[in-house]
Structures are given as structure tokens and as C-alpha cells.
């Protein structure tokens, strides 16, 4: 299968307009044009998902333990703030204030591909992130990732 279709991959620039809705990257559009779920992300991003990639995470975490606090509370954050969205047909979602308030997102935004999801950055924020992994990054090892390299 075409990796086009199967992953998200990239980083992209759209802005947010006034009415919080985001323009999604035209190279992503056609895996999303059925909708998205939204959801809190690690390091205060959003994570955007296909409906089926979401329905497949679902399955897997569904099998975690209720009775681990840990696991119960990163649940919660991410279902409690999730949204579906379907994209207008000029490709725009609409972002819930609740995530915008939880990514910082206010005009400049960066999406980028991550397998199967994408991520919603505020900007300066992902400039951060990026520049904070850049060592991170050139260090990789096997042990982090056991069998990749």
C-alpha cells in the first residue's frame, strides 16, 4: 500500500482563523475527509486521528486495567477533552476551545505527521519540543528502541 495512504507524515504550517477552525494539510485531507477525533495530546499538543485509528486504540486500551491510577488518568485527560470533527469543504475543522486552551493555540499552528495520527502544535511550542530532541534524537540507540536499528 501507497505510504501516502497509510501514514501521516510531514510538517505543515496552517494558521487558525478567528473562528477556531484549522486548515488541514491538503496531503492529509483525503484520509480525513470522513472526520477526525481530536484529543488531548502528550506535551500539550492535539493528536488527530483517523475514526478507525482511533477505534483501534481504543481496542488496545480497553484491556488496561481500570484499578491502575495511572492508566485511569491518562484515559480520562484523553477521552474527556476528544471531539469528532468532520473537515468543511475547504478541508477546515473545526478545534474545540477546550483543546485550544490544552495546546496554547492561538493563530500560528504546525501540524505534523506522526504514523497514524497527526499532531496539532502550537507553533512556538513545537519549536521548542524540536529543538529540545535534537540531541535526543541524534543519540538514539537499540536499547531505546529495541530492533529498529
Same mark, same amino acid.
Given at each position: 500500500? +501507497?505510504?501516502?495512504?497509510?501514514? =501521516?507524515? /510531514? ?5 487558525? $482563523?478567528?473562528? #477556531? *477552525?484549522?486548515?488541514? !494539510? ?46 485511569? +488518568?491518562?484515559?480520562?485527560?484523553? =477521552?474527556? /477533552? ?5 473537515? $468543511?469543504?475547504? #478541508? *477546515?475543522?473545526?478545534? !474545540? ?53
Amino acid at each position: 500500500m +501507497n505510504p501516502d495512504v497509510t501514514n =501521516f507524515f /510531514g510538517t505543515y504550517t496552517p494558521r487558525l $482563523d478567528d473562528k #477556531g *477552525r484549522l486548515f488541514l !494539510p491538503a496531503k492529509f485531507r483525503p484520509r480525513l475527509e470522513q472526520g477526525v477525533i481530536l484529543t488531548r495530546g502528550q506535551e500539550h499538543c492535539i493528536y488527530g486521528w483517523t475514526t478507525e485509528s482511533f477505534n483501534e486504540f481504543t481496542d488496545r486500551v480497553r484491556n488496561t486495567p481500570f484499578t491502575n491510577r495511572q492508566a485511569r +488518568n491518562f484515559l480520562r485527560m484523553l =477521552f474527556s /477533552g476528544a471531539s469528532s470533527e468532520t473537515p $468543511d469543504k475547504q #478541508g *477546515r475543522i473545526s478545534v !474545540p476551545p477546550v483543546l485550544r486552551e490544552w495546546a496554547s493555540l492561538e493563530r500560528e499552528c504546525t501540524v505534523v505527521g506522526a504514523m497514524d495520527r497527526i499532531e496539532i502544535w502550537d507553533s512556538r511550542r513545537w519549536e521548542e519540543f524540536s529543538s529540545e530532541q535534537e540531541d535526543e534524537f541524534a543519540d538514539m540507540s537499540d536499547e531505546v528502541m529495541p530492533g529498529i536499528f
